[in-house]
């Protein structure tokens, strides 16, 4: 039997409460190789369940969570080009800045 909206819905803030409600004080931080201590970038923290957290390097006290599939969805998203730095029809990217 198929979830309803209604049940996927109450589902998907059960998933986010439970994974905000997470202690990654211990976590492991991980960025892009090659990049220096100063440098800003991004930093990934791998959590329970196959979840993901993420903080900018300059700010510790910001850290967004995704689920499992948020971030498998995420990275193919990436890999397959949605979000690449080029113009686009409606004007976005770094292009149009």
């Known amino acids: 039997m198929a979830e309803t909206e209604e049940q996927i819905k109450a ?3 059960r998933e986010r409460d439970e994974l905000y409600a997470l202690d990654i004080s211990d976590a492991e931080w991980h960025s ?3 990049t220096e201590e100063h440098e800003e970038r991004v930093e990934i923290a791998y959590l329970p369940g196959g979840a993901v957290a993420m903080r900018s390097s300059l700010d510790h006290g910001t850290v967004l969570r995704y689920t499992e599939a948020e971030w498998r969805a995420f990275v193919l998203g990436a890999r397959d080009g949605e979000f690449d730095l080029e113009s686009t029809p409606g004007g976005g990217g770094a292009a149009a800045e």
């Open 11 to 13: 589902r998907k803030e």
């Open 32 to 34: 892009a190789p090659g």
